[in-house]
């Protein structure tokens, strides 16, 4: 593994880096900087836990949360290779006995890659599924409330975050593949990529060298959680090991002069399928457990991860070839955007500014039909009448705009009929798509569905 070549803009950002840990009070965070031939930086800030006072090193460990579906799909993209699965196969299909309910199965059947891109349909886990803290077998966790997956609309429409999805996609590859899926990804993720300390359970050597995970007052510790579903939440690492992770997505799927996976798996990784805006062609979105997102004009990927004590983000631009990973020991987003804005700046700085598309002309006939007004039509967590949410969209003075409830009127740009940009975006990021003579606002996290059919 290379050295890190000494840099003085690298060390001022570390020092950022040490100053907002300082300023918020927490026990800890970890920095690693890479590209795609060496470590640029690497460092441990603060001590293990209040009451372990030994400084960071990279032999501690850490929890990455929701970072862990980017494994699980790397994972999967393995089992297809194997042909164990197809991404595109239905769940039932693969495994008739899986406890959910999806009353479009016939015209809407769910798939594994739904699964994976959060568009089964589904509000996320129960609060009973998020606070449960024996550790179970993915079969055992799958069985205690069924009843909280169960399709509030079509799968393959939208996309709605939910952990219960590469859960049950972890489950899936078991029934396929028959093997233990800790097994499965330990022999055909993490040791391929030389991941050594890499694992989704609390092995004995974790519990030795786990730094303290701490609440929003960095002084109160967080006991450990086990998280329902592994595949989703549960990975456990020393992070310098992550440099191989970040290293292969850079690299297009090399690792140390061999192709461990291929190009188009790792761009699979990171382009969406299943949402009725991937199909009208936008490639912006979440992928297999990578979310592209716009830093400066420039897209970047990556994903963050919540462990109850532990907050992470990685993110790497493919333009740049930079990367990296940071974690804290806080469960306070605050300190932690704060790195990433600094962290996500130096991806993208030394990259020419990105020219935005042509602005289409759209027909009167596509205005007419797109303009009006939208209910809500997905929620991660169910609160109150949430489907009595409106958007309107309307075209003023030779523009596009659109307006949540009674917030400001925003800009939309036309790249195509079905995919607009903001005026200051270079890339299409709302999709306004009409499928199966309806037609849907796709911006994100949020999805309307027009009214007036």
Not at 133 to 160: C, F, I, M
Not at 365 to 373: A, L, M, T, W
Not at 405 to 423: A, C, E
Request: hydrophobic share 35%; aromatic share 12%.
């Amino acid at each position: 593994m290379a050295e890190p070549a000494p840099d003085n803009g690298l060390e001022n950002i570390a020092a950022r880096i040490a100053d907002i840990r300082s300023q918020s009070g927490m026990a800890s965070a970890y920095l690693l900087m890479v590209d795609k031939h060496q470590i640029l930086l690497h460092k441990g800030f603060g001590i293990r836990a209040w009451d372990d006072p030994r400084p960071i090193t990279d032999q501690d460990y850490y929890r990455l949360g929701s970072i862990s579906k980017a494994f699980t799909g790397l994972a999967l993209l393995k089992a297809e290779q194997q042909g164990c699965l197809k991404l595109t196969d239905p769940v039932r299909k693969l495994a008739p006995e899986a406890l959910y309910t999806n009353r479009w199965e016939q015209t809407h059947p769910l798939t594994v890659a739904m699964l994976m891109e959060h568009t089964a349909g589904w509000f996320d886990m129960s609060w009973f599924e998020f606070k449960y803290n024996e550790p179970l077998s993915l079969t055992q966790g799958l069985k205690l409330r069924p009843d909280s997956r169960v399709a509030q609309w079509p799968p393959g429409l939208h996309y709605s975050y939910s952990n219960s999805g590469p859960g049950m996609a972890g489950w899936v590859l078991e029934q396929a593949c028959k093997v233990d899926f800790d097994r499965y990804i330990q022999n055909n993720v993490f040791a391929p990529l030389d991941m050594s300390s890499a694992t989704m359970n609390r092995t004995a050597e974790v519990a030795q060298d786990l730094v303290g995970g701490y609440n929003s007052n960095p002084k109160e510790p967080i006991r450990y959680w086990n998280f329902l579903f592994r595949p989703s939440g549960s990975m456990n690492v020393r992070p310098i090991q992550m440099t191989h992770f970040l290293q292969l997505m850079l690299n297009r799927g090399m690792h140390n002069g061999k192709q461990v996976f291929s190009d188009a798996q790792i761009e699979r990784m990171e382009t969406p399928t299943t949402t009725a805006r991937a199909r009208a062609g936008m490639q912006h979105g979440y992928g297999l457990g990578i979310r592209a997102s716009l830093k400066n004009g420039h897209t970047i990927y990556g994903h963050g991860g919540d462990a109850d004590g532990y907050l992470t983000r990685f993110s790497y631009s493919k333009d740049s070839g930079r990367a990296f990973f940071v974690v804290i020991t806080m469960f306070d987003n605050r300190p932690l955007n704060k790195m990433r804005a600094v962290l996500e700046d130096w991806l993208v700085e030394d990259l020419p500014k990105p020219s935005p598309p042509v602005r289409v002309v759209l027909s009167k006939k596509r205005i007419d039909e797109i303009v009006g007004q939208y209910r809500l039509a997905s929620v991660r967590f169910p609160q109150g009448n949430w489907q009595q949410k409106i958007l309107t969209l309307r075209w003023e003075n030779s523009w596009l705009e659109y307006q949540t409830g009674s917030g400001n009127w925003r800009k939309l740009v036309p790249v195509t009929d079905q995919m607009f940009r903001f005026i200051n975006q270079p890339t299409a990021t709302v999709g306004i798509v009409t499928e199966n003579n309806k037609t849907y606002f796709q911006y994100d996290n949020r999805n309307w569905e027009k009214l007036g059919y």
